[in-house]
């Protein structure tokens, strides 16, 4: 019986249609036809049950599943997670057919050539159930949590449509760490001396290495002392003291491996990482020369069988010696190692096929090819030549270059390496004693040592930490992050995150405030594996999931609340109080409108009405259910989440729209179902929907009587300060709890002070004589006393008097309040018991005048009596 084979792209199929004639059915599979939904999952207990769903019911590959008995069916797909999840489905839905007996198996061929075909069919393996429930599992959690993203930030989407899963988020939080890793840790300044020479006709930099006396490793603290230590070496003269050389040996390089030919495809080429994907894509299923459809490179992704790897690179190693004829081959083999690219068909160079592949993918195929050929070649032979360079009897520079002699692999791949490094040395017959011209002499800032930005290689490396494989998921959101702006790519390929990315992380950071960063990430992992590893029953870890994100997760976004008030029940003694307060409000409108008439007075609105029901209803007692109100007064007020106090420099507004999956959905939907905005950047635009809300929140206070807490607001100041966080200037601001000074670099910069108007004392400090001390608060309005100068730390709860003691000898006596209510001096020292009257007897500094406080007393009377009172009583002023 033919065999049937199912692939993913049409040069696959070409590729196995040469491969096994025509004795072999080749289905091709271009879209989803399966779903799963799980039913329970359980490592542990060997149970795992789901539910498929086909979506696609016509499709050939299904019917050929329905069918089929006794046929082979070989699945050969890519090698990452999208393909382990189709054919689990399809074994899955193979197995549920009543006349299946055999299984389906999956081939993965290193490469697709037909030696490599032949090598993946003995190593046959059955399709793997662990890794497709793995990938189920994965995404389930994914989008649990963008429905939690939904809830607590409006949107599981970022700035330019960035989908927010734990690839993107793993990957924001780890660049902004190392950032601020970066930032945190800048090393020392320090400075050195480069001097420029003329040497042997050409122009050369040297370092200073050492001056007697005043450095040894060459580097100053300070660049005053460098600039005079340069004054005086303009007035010296320079020679060759001595010349060293050391063997240099570069040893030839592996084979790339994928994340390292992503970082070099972008710095060389500028490809993105996706683009570089979808090449070696192109290069692994097969292009057409010779006549018929060949594989050209070995398979990018890791998942190939050990041996298979063995016998491939084997066969690649025969073909170099057999190119170079044994006269330049260094090693006999490649160390078999997973992920390892190199071409199938050595001879085969890029220019041929310039027909068939674009200017990209040739310039990637050959960088594979010469990369692979300069791993069997001899290592590059040379010498590091150090001279040394006297500027006059205390300063010594060094000069460094290297000299390559037998060039090796470098005749054939360069990478990186400078083009200037194989040219031949021209200081290489320099020897000591020899005349150097000084040009010039500058001070140079040194960089240091700090930690070393991400490249698209190392950022990878972290994601495998997460278990976030170099495969199409993560490079797509590489790729997203490159092209929408939160990460910036320099020349050498170092990634740098943007304001954006940190914008991102520090609203995470405030929406997980007990599971900050890669502490998120690191927590999904570790229950995602729990259940994969057979520790958790995958429906209860969804539960506990679940559970720990509501209760860690706090929403950043702003509801609209319904307010509901109960109206007292219309009593007679009601009606007979609301009618004179009307009466207030009818002559109060008479008195300010003089040119209307008397007869014409201003109806009562049911706003006011509603004011002044109002009043009498803030006095009532919640729990006053027993007076009959039947109907229900709603009001509907925007609540802000007063904690957050979220800014335009942190957030923008957020989008949403989103039910059960992750769609592109944009605005804020609040109560109403009523469209706020459309968001697709995060920019200032919440900070004004939120200053909005809250200046319209203010209005309707006017309009309705209520006290609203006033809103933060600059004050108008001539004083200034500078902030001691990053020195930027500091701005006084008022809110609610009073004044305070901000830094004006906000958000990057979050210091905050406490402001006071001190009052000044006639008393000199007794700790330093020097200032008189000064009269503060604490935010809780308690007074006390310090002193105004940098150096003294004194400070007293009491107000102190310029009293000595007459015991002890304290230079002070503080006020003290005794049982009677009558102030005394007393000494501020604890052994000490000496007390003084003090004159008046009457406190020195009354408390600030306010409004006189209200209380209210409540009785209650049982159910069904005469009526309920209500006393008010006011205390004396």
Same mark, same amino acid.
């Given at each position: 019986?033919?065999?049937?084979?199912?692939?993913?792209?049409?040069?696959?199929?070409?590729?196995?249609?040469?491969?096994f004639?025509?004795g072999?059915?080749?289905?091709?599979?271009?879209?989803?036809?399966?779903?799963?939904?799980?039913?329970?999952?359980?490592?542990?207990?060997?149970?795992?049950?789901?539910?498929?769903?086909?979506?696609?019911?016509?499709?050939?590959?299904?019917s050929?599943?329905?069918?089929?008995?006794?046929?082979?069916?070989?699945?050969?797909f890519?090698?990452?997670?999208a393909?382990?999840?189709?054919?689990?489905?399809?074994?899955?839905?193979?197995?549920?057919q009543?006349?299946?007996?055999?299984?389906?198996?999956?081939?993965y061929?290193?490469?697709?050539?037909?030696l490599?075909?032949?090598?993946?069919?003995?190593?046959?393996?059955?399709?793997?159930?662990?890794?497709?429930?793995?990938?189920y599992?994965?995404?389930?959690?994914d989008?649990?949590?963008?429905?939690?993203?939904?809830?607590?930030?409006?949107?599981?989407?970022?700035?330019?449509?960035?989908?927010?899963?734990?690839?993107?988020?793993?990957?924001?939080?780890?660049?902004?760490?190392?950032e601020?890793?970066?930032?945190?840790?800048?090393?020392?300044?320090?400075?050195?001396?480069?001097?420029d020479?003329?040497?042997e006709?050409?122009?050369?930099?040297?370092?200073?290495?050492?001056?007697f006396d005043?450095?040894?490793?060459?580097?100053?603290?300070?660049?005053?002392?460098?600039?005079?230590?340069?004054?005086?070496?303009?007035?010296?003269?320079f020679?060759?003291?001595?010349v060293?050389?050391?063997e240099?040996?570069?040893?030839?390089?592996?084979?790339y491996?994928?994340?390292?030919l992503?970082?070099?495809?972008?710095?060389?080429?500028?490809?993105?990482?996706?683009?570089?994907?979808?090449?070696?894509?192109?290069?692994?299923?097969?292009v057409?020369?010779?006549?018929?459809?060949?594989?050209?490179?070995?398979?990018?992704?890791?998942?190939?069988?050990?041996?298979?790897?063995?016998?491939?690179?084997?066969?690649?190693?025969?073909?170099?010696?057999?190119?170079?004829?044994?006269?330049?081959?260094?090693?006999?083999?490649?160390?078999?190692?997973?992920?390892?690219?190199?071409?199938?068909?050595?001879?085969?160079?890029?220019?041929?096929?310039?027909?068939?592949?674009?200017?990209?993918?040739?310039?990637?195929?050959?960088?594979?090819?010469?990369?692979?050929?300069?791993?069997?070649?001899?290592?590059?032979?040379?010498?590091?030549?150090?001279?040394?360079?006297?500027?006059?009897?205390?300063?010594?520079?060094?000069?460094?270059?290297?000299?390559?002699?037998?060039?090796?692999?470098?005749?054939?791949?360069?990478?990186?390496?400078?083009?200037?490094?194989?040219?031949?040395?021209?200081?290489?017959?320099i020897?000591?004693?020899?005349?150097?011209?000084?040009?010039?002499?500058?001070?140079?800032?040194?960089?240091?040592?700090?930690?070393?930005?991400?490249?698209?290689?190392?950022?990878?490396?972290?994601?495998?930490?997460?278990?976030?494989?170099?495969?199409?998921?993560?490079?797509?959101?590489?790729?997203?992050?490159?092209?929408?702006?939160?990460i910036? @790519?320099?020349?050498?390929?170092?990634?740098?995150?943007?304001?954006?990315?940190?914008?991102?992380?520090?609203?995470?950071k405030r929406?997980?405030?007990?599971?900050?960063?890669?502490?998120?990430?690191a927590?999904?992992?570790?229950?995602?594996?729990?259940?994969?590893?057979?520790?958790?029953?995958?429906?209860?870890?969804?539960?506990?999931?679940?559970?720990?994100?509501?209760?860690?997760?706090?929403?950043?976004i702003?509801?609209?609340?319904?307010?509901?008030?109960r109206?007292?029940?219309?009593?007679?003694?009601?009606?007979?109080?609301?009618?004179?307060?009307?009466?207030?409000?009818?002559?109060?409108?008479?008195?300010?409108?003089?040119?209307?008439?008397?007869?014409?007075?201003?109806?009562i609105?049911?706003?006011?009405?509603?004011?002044?029901?109002?009043?009498?209803?803030?006095?009532s007692?919640?729990?006053?259910?027993?007076?009959?109100?039947v109907?229900?007064?709603?009001?509907?007020?925007?609540?802000v989440?007063?904690?957050?106090?979220?800014?335009?420099?942190?957030?923008?507004?957020?989008?949403?729209?989103?039910?059960?999956?992750?769609?592109?959905g944009?605005?804020?939907?609040?109560?109403?179902?009523?469209?706020e905005?459309?968001?697709?950047?995060?920019?200032?635009?919440?900070?004004?929907?939120?200053?909005?809300?809250?200046?319209?929140?203010?209005?309707?206070?006017k309009?309705?009587?209520?006290?609203?807490?006033?809103v933060?607001?600059?004050?108008?100041?001539?004083?200034?300060?500078?902030?001691?966080?990053?020195?930027?200037?500091?701005?006084?601001?008022?809110?609610?709890?009073?004044?305070f000074?901000?830094?004006?670099?906000?958000?990057s910069?979050?210091?905050?002070?406490?402001?006071?108007?001190?009052?000044?004392?006639?008393?000199?400090?007794?700790?330093?004589?020097?200032?008189?001390?000064?009269?503060?608060?604490?935010?809780?309005?308690?007074?006390?006393?310090?002193?105004?100068?940098?150096?003294?730390?004194?400070?007293?709860?009491?107000?102190?008097?310029?009293?000595? @003691?007459?015991? @002890?000898?304290?230079?002070?006596?503080?006020?003290?309040?005794?049982?009677?209510?009558r102030?005394?001096l007393?000494c501020?020292?604890?052994?000490?018991?000496?007390?003084?009257?003090?004159?008046?007897?009457?406190?020195s500094?009354?408390?600030?005048?306010?409004?006189?406080?209200?209380?209210?007393r409540?009785?209650?009377v049982?159910?069904?009596?005469?009526?309920?009172?209500?006393?008010?009583?006011?205390?004396?002023?």
């Amino acid at each position: 019986m033919a065999p049937i084979v199912i692939v993913d792209s049409t040069a696959k199929a070409a590729v196995c249609r040469g491969y096994f004639g025509g004795g072999a059915e080749v289905l091709l599979l271009n879209n989803e036809l399966l779903t799963a939904v799980h039913k329970s999952v359980n490592r542990a207990a060997n149970k795992q049950d789901f539910e498929l769903s086909v979506l696609d019911d016509g499709h050939e590959i299904i019917s050929a599943l329905r069918r089929s008995v006794d046929e082979d069916i070989y699945i050969v797909f890519d090698f990452d997670a999208a393909a382990d999840y189709t054919a689990w489905l399809l074994a899955a839905f193979s197995r549920q057919q009543s006349g299946r007996r055999k299984p389906l198996t999956r081939l993965y061929p290193v490469g697709m050539g037909h030696l490599e075909i032949d090598d993946a069919r003995q190593q046959i393996r059955v399709v793997e159930v662990e890794s497709g429930v793995n990938v189920y599992v994965r995404r389930l959690f994914d989008t649990r949590l963008r429905a939690h993203l939904l809830r607590l930030l409006g949107t599981s989407r970022g700035p330019a449509d960035l989908p927010l899963n734990l690839s993107s988020l793993t990957a924001i939080f780890s660049l902004a760490d190392r950032e601020n890793e970066i930032k945190a840790f800048e090393p020392v300044p320090k400075w050195q001396i480069i001097a420029d020479l003329r040497l042997e006709g050409r122009i050369f930099s040297a370092r200073l290495e050492e001056a007697f006396d005043l450095t040894v490793d060459g580097s100053f603290p300070e660049e005053l002392d460098a600039g005079k230590l340069v004054l005086s070496l303009r007035q010296d003269k320079f020679l060759v003291e001595s010349v060293k050389r050391q063997e240099l040996v570069i040893p030839p390089p592996a084979p790339y491996q994928l994340p390292e030919l992503l970082h070099d495809a972008k710095v060389l080429y500028q490809l993105n990482p996706l683009d570089t994907l979808d090449i070696l894509g192109r290069l692994f299923d097969g292009v057409m020369f010779d006549g018929k459809v060949q594989g050209l490179i070995s398979t990018p992704l890791v998942g190939a069988d050990e041996k298979s790897v063995a016998d491939s690179l084997r066969r690649f190693a025969e073909r170099v010696a057999t190119l170079f004829d044994g006269e330049k081959a260094g090693n006999d083999t490649i160390e078999p190692m997973a992920g390892l690219i190199y071409p199938l068909w050595l001879a085969l160079e890029g220019r041929q096929l310039a027909g068939e592949l674009t200017e990209n993918e040739r310039h990637i195929y050959d960088m594979l090819r010469c990369r692979a050929l300069a791993s069997l070649l001899p290592p590059a032979l040379g010498e590091n030549i150090r001279i040394e360079i006297a500027g006059g009897p205390e300063t010594m520079f060094t000069l460094t270059l290297p000299s390559i002699t037998t060039p090796g692999f470098l005749d054939i791949w360069q990478g990186r390496i400078a083009r200037g490094f194989l040219e031949p040395c021209p200081l290489a017959a320099i020897k000591a004693g020899a005349d150097v011209s000084l040009l010039d002499l500058r001070v140079e800032k040194m960089g240091g040592i700090s930690a070393e930005p991400y490249t698209i290689e190392s950022l990878l490396a972290d994601l495998a930490d997460f278990s976030i494989a170099a495969q199409r998921p993560a490079l797509t959101i590489i790729q997203a992050m490159l092209e929408s702006g939160y990460i910036d @790519c320099d020349s050498n390929g170092f990634l740098r995150p943007t304001a954006v990315c940190c914008q991102v992380d520090a609203i995470m950071k405030r929406a997980f405030p007990q599971m900050q960063g890669v502490n998120l990430s690191a927590y999904i992992e570790q229950t995602i594996s729990e259940v994969t590893g057979g520790r958790k029953d995958l429906d209860f870890a969804l539960k506990q999931f679940e559970q720990t994100l509501m209760m860690y997760g706090k929403s950043l976004i702003k509801r609209k609340l319904t307010v509901k008030v109960r109206p007292r029940k219309r009593t007679s003694k009601r009606i007979i109080k609301l009618s004179s307060l009307k009466a207030e409000v009818m002559e109060e409108a008479v008195e300010t409108a003089p040119n209307s008439g008397a007869a014409d007075g201003p109806e009562i609105l049911p706003a006011e009405a509603a004011e002044l029901e109002a009043r009498e209803i803030s006095a009532s007692s919640p729990s006053m259910e027993g007076a009959g109100a039947v109907d229900l007064i709603e009001t509907e007020a925007e609540a802000v989440d007063g904690d957050e106090n979220i800014k335009a420099d942190d957030m923008s507004a957020v989008a949403g729209g989103e039910e059960d999956g992750p769609t592109a959905g944009s605005g804020l939907v609040e109560d109403g179902g009523e469209e706020e905005t459309a968001a697709d950047r995060w920019s200032s635009e919440l900070s004004n929907v939120l200053e909005e809300a809250l200046e319209k929140e203010g209005g309707d206070a006017k309009e309705t009587g209520r006290e609203q807490p006033p809103v933060s607001e600059l004050i108008a100041t001539e004083q200034s300060k500078n902030c001691p966080v990053c020195g930027s200037s500091m701005l006084l601001k008022k809110d609610s709890f009073g004044k305070f000074w901000f830094c004006a670099a906000f958000p990057s910069c979050r210091h905050t002070e406490n402001y006071s108007e001190a009052t000044a004392l006639e008393l000199l400090c007794p700790l330093c004589g020097t200032a008189r001390l000064i009269e503060k608060r604490t935010p809780a309005g308690r007074s006390f006393y310090v002193c105004p100068a940098a150096d003294c730390e004194f400070m007293a709860w009491s107000r102190p008097h310029d009293v000595p @003691c007459q015991v @002890c000898g304290s230079p002070y006596l503080v006020e003290k309040k005794g049982a009677g209510g009558r102030l005394s001096l007393r000494c501020p020292r604890a052994e000490c018991d000496y007390t003084l009257p003090l004159a008046g007897g009457e406190a020195s500094s009354s408390p600030p005048a306010g409004k006189p406080r209200k209380k209210i007393r409540v009785r209650r009377v049982a159910k069904g009596s005469a009526k309920k009172r209500v006393r008010v009583v006011r205390r004396k002023k």
